[in-house]
């Protein structure tokens, strides 16, 4: 009975050995760091993540060749004989886009939808013999291609009676609100526009009753505003972000039509408490309606704006009016597509892919998960490269170039991993030990388009972040070459000499 007893112990503390060390190996087990406030919700991520959305301009202005209608032109003259939804469409994915805003009632009042509210709609008008519904169209096309829609919704408007009466007007607003959001299905932005011409009665919108009411039917989607509450205004229709440019900023500070916060919104607030990022609205005609005797940008500009969007943390709203025929011109049609081959021709190349890389530090060391190799991967947001040393002082991650070739580029890619918050505040770039670019703000994407030209870089290129909220997190660095992109000195490559 002894020697059973005994084994029957040694049994026992064998399996406590055993299980102290798998619990101290977990304990072991290096955790992400602690998120910096605010974060991003899943919608606005997703929204960030599409980094191109298209807006449709279409309406009674169409057929007026005017930008802001009065209010009082007949629905007669809205005819869109060769309508086509899935040419819009069509031009949209092609071109890489996954969300297209359509303008359901612009300042003018008309609807693109049979309301049941207002007869100032395309039931009284000749297409389709009043039976014509254009949200309908757009949706029914957009789901043949997985492409979202979203909806433009004007607060000032021209030709309803019940405008400048203040409980009248919101309860009308609110009603087609409820129309649009209940009727076509999932909608992921919703446009509030903040425009209202200087001569308009006064006008008390409750826009928090708005709000409520938008995301008690479509839990997912996100509210555009000069005050978010989900995405903000840049501040200006040029297209450009602020160089500094925080996707967080105080909400209490907002007001919707309020010009003199214009400055704020551009950079956002590094002690911003809320998460809200900027969207850029740019036209790719001088005019956000189409008309006839306007062309398209050219595409060195549409890279521009790209690049001062997209490319300084916000998303990039491209607005591509359909003609009074009811399609995208093909002059327009053909612009998008060179967009799209040119986005693919930069980008789709990363010359630091395959590169040895490294870092001042790492968090959890060699093998604690955080390492710069992350940087490389085709995730560019949930893996990164975290430094070990929560102190203050500098943190670098360097590319070594290839020994026979070096690294020739135009175009540098640093990304954060904003899943965790936004951090970083200032930052460096080098090649062969010399500063080629600086910058403040990161966020989802920074892309710095180099004015010396091409650079050869022999050895390495170093990205040294030179101030931060806390830790910084990259979670993905591209060298580019950017063909299309003629700088002050041409497409001449700079040799680095040491």
């Known amino acids: 009975m002894a020697p059973m007893i005994w084994f029957s112990w040694f049994v026992v503390a064998l399996v406590l050995q055993v299980s102290n060390l798998a619990e101290s190996r977990r304990e072991l087990t290096i955790t992400p760091p602690l998120p910096v406030l605010p974060l991003p919700t899943a919608g606005q991520l997703k929204w960030q993540r599409r980094e191109l959305v298209m807006f449709l301009h279409f309406g009674m202005n169409t057929f007026t060749d005017s930008e802001w209608g009065t209010g009082h032109e007949k629905p007669s003259i809205f005819n869109p004989t060769g309508l086509d939804a899935h040419q819009w469409v069509d031009a949209a994915a092609d071109a890489g886009v996954t969300l297209v805003i359509l303008t359901a009632k612009h300042h003018d009042g008309f609807c693109l939808w049979p309301s049941r509210y ?25 789901k043949t291609r997985a492409v979202d829609v979203g909806l433009y ?48 009665p006064n006008m008390t919108y409750y826009f928090a009753d708005w709000f409520s009411m938008v995301k008690e039917l479509q839990g997912s989607i996100n509210i555009f505003s000069d005050a978010g509450p989900d995405v903000r205004w840049i501040g200006d229709e040029t297209g450009y972000a602020g160089s500094t440019c925080w996707s967080t900023i105080n909400r209490t500070s907002l007001r919707i039509g309020d010009g003199s916060i214009v400055g704020y919104l551009k950079t956002g607030d590094p002690r911003g408490t809320d998460w809200v990022p900027p969207e850029c609205d740019i036209s790719i005609r001088t005019g956000w309606f189409w008309h006839r005797t306007e062309r398209p940008k050219a595409l060195s500009e549409l890279l521009s704006i790209y690049y001062n969007s997209v490319g300084r943390n916000c998303v990039m709203l491209l607005n591509v009016p359909p003609n009074s025929t009811g399609l995208i011109q093909d002059t ?25 890389v490294k870092a001042s530090s790492q968090r959890g060391g060699k093998d604690g998960g955080f390492g710069p190799e992350h940087v490389l991967d085709d995730d560019h947001l949930w893996t990164y490269w975290a430094p070990g040393d929560e102190s203050k002082r500098e943190h670098w991650i360097e590319v070594k170039a290839p ?60 990205i040294r972040i030179t101030d931060a909220r806390e830790i910084p997190l990259i979670s993905s660095i591209g060298l580019h070459f950017d063909p299309f992109w003629h700088s002050r000195r041409g497409l001449l490559t700079v040799e680095l000499k040491s």
Do not use: M
């Open 403 to 462: 020994a026979e070739t070096g690294l020739r580029f135009n175009v540098v890619r640093v990304q954060e991993a904003i899943g965790l918050g936004q951090r970083i505040k200032s930052h460096e770039i080098y090649a062969d030990g010399k500063l080629v670019a600086k910058g403040t703000t990161v966020g989802y994407k920074r892309l710095h388009r180099l004015g010396q030209g091409v650079i050869h870089a022999r050895t390495s290129v170093i």
């Open 332 to 356: 327009d049609v053909q612009r998008l597509r060179e967009f799209r081959k040119a986005l693919d021709t930069i980008f789709s190349t990363n010359l630091a892919q395959g590169c040895n």
């Open 118 to 142: 207002t007869e100032h709609s395309v039931k009284s008008s000749p297409w389709k013999d009043g039976h014509g519904d254009v949200v309908q169209e757009l949706v029914d096309a957009a």
């Open 153 to 200: 919704l004007s607060p000032w408007d021209r030709h309803e009676k019940r405008y400048g009466l203040e409980r009248p007007y919101n309860e009308y607003y609110l009603a087609q609100l409820q129309e649009l959001l209940n009727r076509y299905g999932s909608v992921q932005e919703i446009w509030f526009d903040g425009a209202k011409g200087p001569n308009a």
